[in-house]
Each structure stands twice: as C-alpha cells, then as structure tokens.
T-cell receptor, first 115, second 114 residues
C-alpha cells in the first residue's frame, strides 16, 4: 500500500452519465495529481494541485472537471464522456519541497469504461 | 519537447537470469529520473529515484544508472524471479510546469518464466 487510495476501482458509464472519481492520500502531502493511462500510450499528466490550488491543466477537455477541497482529497468529475476516454485513471501525491524534490506516490487507479 | 523511450517493449527471460532494461530521454534538462513497476491493472510502485547529480541507485537486486549527458538510464535486475514479472516504467522529471512534470516512457513488459 502506498498511502494513496482511489474509488471506485472499476467504473462503467454511458456517454450521457455523470460520475466522479475519488482519491485520498494519507501521507500528509501537499500536492496531488491526476494521470490518464490509455492502452499503448505513455502515462499522461492531466491536472496538478498544490495546496488545493490548481497549478497545472495539461490541455484536458472540459468534460473532465477536477476538484480539490483539501490537501488530502482529489476528485475528478466526469460528464458526457466519449468511448476514447476509456482508460486507467491514476491519482498520485507528493510533498513539494521545491522543484524536482517531490517523489510521487501512486494510487491503484480507477479502470473506466465508457460505453 | 521531452520524449522518453524504453527498449525493448517486451522481454521474456528464464528465472535466475540477470537482465537490463533501457530508458532514453531526449532532453537532459531533468531534475531526476524514476523507475516504477506496474502490475496488470494496478497502480505504480516506485522502485528507484536517481537525482540528476547522481550516477546510480541500488535497492536489493535492483540497480539503476543514469547518464544525463547521453540521455540514458538502465535498470539492472539481478537473479530474476517470476515475481519480477510486471511492466517497468521509466519517467523523467522535466524542467517545466509548477511541479517539474513527470514524463513517462511506454514501459517494458517483463515476463520471468519459472
């Protein structure tokens, strides 16, 4: 266990549904991340939050809406997704000690299937 | 633009063999390089992190090296075991972004046969 939990572990949703992914870290970290892992592609960074403030949005479509109510929790709200959004969504956290000094710890991921 | 390449994409070896996984990156402006392990359908487990000023890191049967000037890293696994079967990912923390973004390779899928 890495200290980062994600729920649900598996999710199947239709294109018109609205759902949310949840991530919680128990490590006292101040930064949290969402990544997308599609088949045969490298992991892609989606969003970065530092002290609850969004510091990075890697040109992610607006049908993905992140929320970070506090440093321990991170949500990814999903609506009107496309089948190509099916992927493993990974959450990570780190203690930001300045540029580069932040080893990231990953959760187990949520396997999302859009039908 | 930073790109990370891992070769080979897949590797199958008999148990007990020593092996080397390769990672290359195009831009040497990195803070550090990290090797991860990913089991099927699971998240990532960090194996080793090498700062840009370091040449290598060791943990048990694993040894990772970094040659920043040539843009290369290797992960050496000694006396491989079936439990080592997984996908191994290399990622560099690149200058840029607010946190120094992690740029990942596609991974090497390792299979160790009993």
């Amino acid at each position: 266990e890495t200290g980062v939990t994600q729920t649900p572990r598996h999710l199947v949703m239709g294109m018109t549904n609205k759902k949310s992914l949840k991530c919680e870290q128990h490590l006292g970290h101040n930064a949290m991340y969402w990544y997308k892992q599609s088949a045969k592609k490298p992991l892609e960074l989606m969003f970065v939050y530092n002290f609850k403030e969004q510091t990075e949005n890697n040109s992610v479509p607006s049908r993905f809406s992140p929320e970070c109510p506090n440093s321990s929790h991170l949500f990814l709200h999903l609506h009107t997704l496309q089948p190509e959004d099916s992927a493993l969504y990974l959450c990570a956290s780190s203690q930001d000690r300045g540029r580069g000094q932040n080893e990231q710890y990953f959760g187990p991921g949520t396997r999302l299937t859009v039908t | 633009k930073q790109e990370v390449t891992q070769i080979p994409a897949a590797l199958s070896v008999p148990e007990g063999e020593n092996l080397v996984l390769n990672c290359s990156f195009t831009d040497s402006a990195i803070y550090n390089l990290q090797w991860f392990r990913q089991d099927p359908g699971k998240g990532l487990t960090s194996l080793l992190l090498i700062q840009s000023s370091q040449r290598e890191q060791t943990s048990g049967r694993l040894n990772a090296s970094l040659d920043k000037s040539s843009g290369r890293s290797t992960l050496y696994i000694a006396a491989s075991q079936p439990g080592d079967s997984a996908t191994y990912l290399c990622a560099v923390r690149h200058y840029g972004g607010s946190q120094g973004n992690l740029i990942f390779g596609k991974g090497t899928k390792l299979s160790v046969k009993p």
